[in-house]
């Protein structure tokens, strides 16, 4: 019984940083719902905020695993943009259909991924000022690729990324989506499965577990989180493309992170370079590739914002590296190494997400709205270091 106690104290204090922020996001939604008199709750603004926040949160997602390496990329506003302007280019332009363009945009971004790793990994140049200077230069590309004006009229393949939903599969109703329903139905009985998987697993190799009462209740949670957000949907247009492409690329990324030898690397790497070194991880190798990967996943939430917007401007993703940076932190990475979950960055994105949609609903200047999100920044920073100093 003691030890029980004492697992659920230590599971609750590792983890009480999730908690904040999961309850702070309920905080502010409350209290968006009560500024706006409701509308910030309504399921079409929620869907709203749903797209709004993919793009930033697939951007977020790699950035866990940048900054778990201790290390940071500014460029990210201007990489997005780059890269969504030039897929922007090749339909418009050129013609090109929907396939070809998304592949040969995210090798785009594997190339300049690769460039960040080569200075960084192998010439050791620190990684602020690599990004810092690829953010102009990649500033300097996207007026290149665009001339400096709005290049529209993406087909309906890639503009489906960002703008469509999930078509129902039964229902006639254009209120309700049923095909939201069976994908919040099954995401519901994985989640049931995986969690007492993983129980068992823990059981067989001695692990302590939470007492059964407290893991139903758990499961319980977070079914009634997923049919409440999946309701919204159900009732509103369904799910969009760009959400469904957010929650594999988490479920993807959160693999490699939590279960490849790779990803374990990558935190070992951000907690003591210098041990990694010495136990025998190759550490250049190691962040030349995360580099890569990193700039996969950045051309991909390039061509969602492009998508959504319908258009690459010379002004996209202005700011961008603030939100992806601040989500990150918010949702529990340590700027100081070595920790940090992907499902956090998904919740930190929400929050960044809904400060800009509730203060845009309450039609706060933009001015203020810039000071908002630095502090919260900062604040988030200044959390993350005084509870790594207590520990």
């Known amino acids: 019984m003691e030890k029980k106690s004492s697992f659920l104290v230590e599971s609750f204090r590792r983890n009480i940083r999730q908690y904040t922020m999961i309850l702070a996001l309920l905080g502010i939604w409350i209290l968006f719902f009560l500024l706006t008199q409701g509308t910030f709750l309504t399921p079409r603004n929620l869907s709203n905020l749903f797209l709004q926040t993919a793009t930033v949160a697939i951007v977020a997602i790699g950035m866990v695993l940048i900054i778990v390496t201790n290390n940071i990329d500014l460029s990210i506003g201007s990489f997005a943009a780059f890269t969504g302007a030039i897929a922007a280019v090749l339909q418009v332009k050129y013609g090109w259909s929907a396939v070809p363009t998304i592949l040969v945009t995210i090798m785009v971004g594997f190339l300049i991924g690769a460039f960040h790793?080569?200075?960084?990994?192998?010439?050791?140049?620190?990684?602020?000022?690599?990004?810092?200077?690829?953010?102009?230069?990649?500033?300097?590309?996207?007026?290149?690729?665009?001339?400096?004006?709005?290049?529209?009229?993406?087909?309906?393949?890639?503009?489906?990324?960002?703008?469509?939903?999930?078509?129902?599969?039964?229902s006639t109703n254009p209120k309700f989506n049923d095909t939201t329903m069976y994908v919040a139905g099954i995401a519901i009985i994985a989640l049931i499965i995986?969690?007492?998987?993983?129980?068992?697993?823990?059981?067989?190799?001695?692990?302590?577990v939470l007492p059964m009462g407290l893991e139903l209740l758990k499961i319980l949670g977070l079914s009634v989180v997923i049919a409440?957000?999946?309701?919204?949907?159900?009732?509103?247009?369904?799910?969009?493309?760009?959400?469904?492409?957010l929650a594999a690329l988490t479920i993807?990324?959160?693999?490699?992170?939590?279960?490849?030898?790779?990803?374990?690397?990558?935190?070992?790497?951000?907690?003591?370079?210098?041990?990694?070194?010495?136990?025998?991880?190759?550490?250049?190798?190691?962040?030349?590739?995360?580099?890569?990967?990193?700039?996969?996943?950045?051309?991909?939430g390039g061509m969602v914002m492009t998508a959504r917007l319908d258009a690459a401007t010379a002004q996209a993703g202005n700011a961008m590296e603030l939100d992806v940076i601040a989500a990150t932190v918010i949702g529990g990475t340590s700027f100081?190494?070595?920790?940090?979950?992907?499902?956090?960055a998904i919740v930190g994105?929400?929050?960044?997400?809904?400060?800009?949609?509730?203060?845009?609903?309450?039609?706060?200047?933009?001015?203020?709205?810039?000071?908002?999100?630095?502090?919260?920044?900062l604040l988030a920073v200044w959390v993350d270091i005084s509870t790594r100093n207590k520990r």
């Open 349 to 377: 994105a929400l929050v960044m997400a809904s400060l800009d949609n509730g203060m845009s609903l309450m039609n706060l200047d933009i001015t203020y709205q810039y000071v908002v999100k630095g502090l919260i920044l």
């Open 194 to 208: 995986m969690t007492f998987r993983q129980r068992a697993k823990r059981q067989h190799y001695g692990f302590t």
């Open 336 to 344: 100081l190494g070595g920790e940090g979950t992907i499902f956090g």
């Open 228 to 245: 409440i957000i999946a309701s919204i949907m159900v009732f509103n247009a369904g799910i969009p493309y760009c959400v469904l492409l």
């Open 252 to 300: 993807i990324i959160n693999f490699i992170a939590t279960k490849t030898t790779f990803g374990r690397h990558l935190y070992a790497i951000g907690g003591n370079i210098e041990a990694a070194k010495l136990s025998g991880i190759d550490t250049t190798k190691h962040l030349l590739w995360m580099f890569v990967f990193f700039g996969g996943l950045t051309s991909i």
């Open 117 to 170: 790793g080569f200075w960084i990994a192998k010439q050791k140049v620190p990684a602020f000022i690599v990004t810092l200077a690829t953010m102009l230069v990649l500033r300097g590309g996207v007026l290149g690729v665009t001339g400096g004006a709005t290049i529209s009229g993406l087909t309906p393949g890639l503009k489906a990324i960002g703008q469509d939903y999930l078509p129902s599969i039964f």
